[in-house]
């Protein structure tokens, strides 16, 4: 009996391989344990996934290089003359 569920799982798989690599990716990487243990204790605590953490943390670089995200991202959307803001980036 298991291992018609085995074969069906590996069938199944195989089968959807492809559509899974087009919606999703793996990143491979490794974090030094104690940095691992106090993110996943934040994480639990206030009830983040570790995609949310990833997805933040993106946002946040991100604005350190868009000026016109980061202040979209604060809320502030009145912007100076002198500063550039390509909109194509902020929309």
Known sequence: MEN???VKDKRY????????????MVWGTSVPRENAERINE??????YTKVQLIEAGYE?????HDL?????????????????VDK???E
Not at 68 to 84: M, Q, R, S, V
């Open 4 to 6: 018609d569920r085995k």
């Open 60 to 64: 946040e670089l991100l604005a350190r």
């Open 13 to 24: 798989e195989d089968k959807h391989k492809e559509e899974r690599k087009a919606k999703c």
């Open 68 to 84: 016109g995200f980061a202040k979209l991202k604060d809320g502030y959307d009145d912007f100076f003359g002198f500063e550039e």
């Open 42 to 47: 934040f994480l639990k605590k206030y009830g």
């Open 88 to 90: 194509k980036k902020t």
